[in-house]
């Protein structure tokens, strides 16, 4: 199994300032991660695919990069919305078995 | 509009049975590959099954791997979810999740319903 490690667990950002979170597999997944974001209540909303490809609607402040084993997800310019937990997902795995990192939480500083 | 809608999730003893539906809609069903995918409260997200278009190929995580079983009714723009011998550790919230298959891969999720709770306890 493939897994994946977020770090920190919890950042602090004021509004305005920019936020850069990472992630680390234990094996290369090529550039096969995926970013979602996490409001309490509410499902996961993808945000990155193909580890720096946004998905339809996301605004361009955010940002992803990376690939093999280190991928990093950046919030330029954090709004109040951007409050939420983030969690990198792989999908490399044959036969497939996707996992999760166990999430950052963008909090208000 | 993608919609997902899960149901049937509830309170459930251990060694009991429950069966999760997600209806979907604002797209065309058969086309896509789905996926089960939990939360416990307050962890993080754990994938369980997935099922291809035609329900000719299905995975499962080996947590739940001889208990659960994913189906759908593509007729009925349906995904199932059959849990048996549920145990307090498959307490969780349960996504369904429609996938992107890649060309070499299995691909990401780009939407999720909402999500149904299923606690298991006596």
């Known amino acids: 199994e493939i897994v994946m490690t977020q770090s920190p667990a919890t950042l602090s950002v004021s509004p305005g300032e920019r936020a850069t979170l990472s992630c680390r597999a234990s094996?290369?997944?090529?550039?096969?991660l995926a970013w979602y974001q996490q409001k309490p209540g509410q499902a996961p909303r993808l945000l990155i695919y193909?580890?720096?490809t946004r998905a339809t609607g996301i605004p361009a402040r955010f940002s992803g990069s990376g690939s093999g084993t280190e991928f990093t997800l950046t919030i330029s310019s954090l709004q109040s919305e951007d409050f939420a937990v983030y969690y990198c997902q792989q999908y490399n795995n044959w036969p497939p078995a996707w996992t999760f990192g166990q999430g950052t939480k963008v909090e208000i500083k | 509009e993608v919609q997902l809608v899960e149901s049937g999730g509830g309170l459930v003893q251990p060694g009991g049975s429950l069966r999760l539906s997600c209806a979907a809609s604002?797209?065309?069903?058969?086309?896509?590959?789905m996926n089960w995918v939990r939360q416990a409260p307050g962890k993080g997200l754990e994938w369980v099954s997935y099922i291809s278009s035609s329900s000719g190929i299905i995975h499962y995580a080996d947590s739940v791997k001889g208990r659960f079983t994913i189906s759908r009714d593509n007729a009925k723009n349906s995904l199932y979810l059959q849990m048996n011998s549920l145990r307090d550790e498959d307490t969780a919230v349960y996504y369904c999740?429609?996938?992107?298959?890649?060309?070499?891969?299995?691909?990401?999720?780009?939407?999720w319903g909402q999500g149904t709770l299923v606690t298991v306890s006596s």
């Open positions: 193909g580890a720096s």
């Open positions: 999740a429609r996938v992107i298959v890649g060309a070499t891969t299995y691909g990401y999720f780009d939407y």
């Open positions: 094996q290369s997944v090529s550039s096969n």
């Open positions: 604002g797209f065309t069903f058969s086309s896509y590959s």
